[in-house]
Each structure stands twice: as structure tokens, then as C-alpha cells.
């Protein structure tokens, strides 16, 4: 059998005395959506931080495609293939939709390359091109994007963490602050996403998680409470104390 796509023993992460997280085991194959759910400060956001390199683990390994993550700086995992959204936005909103796209390609390319020429040039517009199109974006390129709508502008951050073409892509909060519709879009979109590569996202509304999730990690108080498929998770009795029932 091959090496689970990404697999953590044991994470941990204190801030000063505060353990945020603690004792985190687990392993995620590919081409599966699993959410990380959780009250409020239950530590999502903090095992995001550190499944994606922006925070290094107090405690505990992690593993990519069998490969060591210990050490590893944060602009590497992108190129390991590990990228994230963010719960804030992340875009910049006096250019344009594409420009926003190829500012990230070429921020992601000129670790390793110098451009110069138009070929060069071409290529990061074709990459910025086709991370839009895979977002249900292409018409709104040439857009400024502070004036998208709030549900276009999750699906740009999207395609901005899509340049680096990520085996596994971290979403915290995809649908914050949309309304039906936009999330109804969201999911379909990380419906689509999801057939090319795992998805990791954290969520709160609980119906969409139910009918998108393949599992579901519940998080509180900074450990892993219950891991299993939605059936699982809807019927646990600690998952329902302290999250359903609230
Ligand atoms: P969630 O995303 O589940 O709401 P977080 O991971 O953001 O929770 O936070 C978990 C806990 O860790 C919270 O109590 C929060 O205040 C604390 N925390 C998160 N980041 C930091 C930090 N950089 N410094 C200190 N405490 C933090
Ligand atoms: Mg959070």
C-alpha cells in the first residue's frame, strides 16, 4: 500500500501555556473532501496553520507523500503541494481578477526561475488563465477585483491558491458570509476541485458538510473528539453534546 497523501502523529501546538491543540492523529487519502468542524476556538484554524506550514508544531510529526515535514519552511509546502485559503481575505483589491492570479503564478515560479522573456510571460498569463477558468471565473478576469461579489472573490482566493496546482488544498471557511446561493456555488465548485485533489476545509454549516464531507474531524477544545464518515459523526453521543447540541 502507497504512503497516505499527507499524515500527522501526535500535533501539537501550544501559545506560551496555552495548548491550542493537542495530541492530533490522523491521515488523509487522496481525492477525498473531509472537514474539520468544532465550536468556536476549538483549535481548526490552528491545525490548518500548521498542516500548511504557517505555524511549525509544538509537538507531533507530519508527513507528505511519506516525506519528513519537520523543518520544512512555509513557501516550500506550496511546492510539495500543499496550498490554502484563508479565512480573511487575500486579495488585492485594486487589480484586476487576472492580474490578482498572475501576481500569484509568478510569486510561485520566481523562487526558482527568472523571467524574462514573453514566453515566460505568456505562460504565467495561460496558468493564471486556466486557475480562473477552474473557478467558474474566465468572465470576470479583466474586472477590478474589490468589485466582485464577496462569493467571487472566495472563488479568486481559490484560484490563487490553485496556481501552485496542489495535490492538497486547505479551505478554512469557504462559505463565510455567503448566503444560499453563493454557498450552493461553493459547493459545487469544491464538488468539482475535490475530483482532482483532497480537500481539507473547516466549516460551520452543518448541512452542507453532511452532504459534501467523505469524513468529518471533530475538534474541541484543541483535541481530535470523533474521526469518521457523516453517518458516524451525526451519531456520537460526545459529538453531539458538545457540537450538535448546541
Ligand atoms: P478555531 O479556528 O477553531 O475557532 P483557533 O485555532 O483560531 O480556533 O484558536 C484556538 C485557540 O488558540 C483559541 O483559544 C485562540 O485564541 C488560540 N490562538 C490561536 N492562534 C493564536 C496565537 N497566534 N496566539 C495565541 N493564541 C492563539
Ligand atoms: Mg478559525
Known amino acids: 500500500m502507497s504512503a497516505p497523501l499527507l499524515a500527522v502523529e501526535n500535533i501539537g501546538r501550544r501559545f506560551g501555556g496555552f495548548v491550542a491543540l493537542e495530541g492530533v492523529t490522523a491521515s488523509f487519502a487522496s481525492n477525498k473532501v473531509t472537514a474539520v468542524i468544532g465550536p468556536n476556538g476549538a483549535g481548526k484554524s490552528t491545525f490548518f496553520n500548521v498542516l500548511s506550514g504557517v505555524l511549525p508544531p509544538s509537538t507531533g510529526t507530519m508527513r507528505f507523500k511519506g516525506r519528513d515535514l ?85 472563488a479568486l482566493e481559490i484560484a ?34 475535490a475530483a482532482e485533489r483532497t480537500i481539507l476545509l473547516v466549516e460551520h454549516k452543518m448541512k452542507m458538510i453532511l452532504g459534501l464531507s467523505d469524513r468529518i474531524l471533530v475538534l474541541h477544545h484543541g483535541r481530535l473528539i470523533a474521526d469518521g464518515n457523516p453517518q458516524q459523526i451525526q451519531s456520537d453521543p460526545e459529538v453531539r453534546r458538545v457540537y450538535l447540541g448546541q
Do not use: C
Not at 165 to 182: I, K, N, Q, S
Open 160 to 193: 490563487i491558491a490553485l496556481v501552485a496546482d496542489p495535490e492538497l488544498l486547505l479551505l478554512d471557511e469557504p462559505t463565510a458570509g455567503m448566503g444560499p446561493e453563493e454557498t450552493k456555488e461553493m459547493i459545487a465548485l469544491i464538488e468539482k476541485l
Open 70 to 154: 519537520a523543518g520544512t519552511p512555509q513557501h516550500r509546502f506550496a511546492h510539495l503541494g500543499i496550498a490554502r485559503s484563508y479565512q480573511i481575505t487575500n486579495i488585492f483589491p485594486e487589480l484586476s481578477v487576472h492580474e490578482n492570479v498572475r501576481v500569484a503564478a509568478q510569486a510561485f515560479r520566481s523562487r526558482y526561475d527568472i523571467w524574462r522573456d514573453r514566453a515566460a510571460l505568456t505562460e504565467l498569463d495561460d496558468k493564471a488563465a486556466a486557475a480562473l477558468a477552474a473557478v467558474g471565473l474566465t468572465h470576470r478576469g479583466s474586472a477590478t477585483a474589490k468589485f466582485l461579489a464577496h462569493g467571487q472573490q472566495r
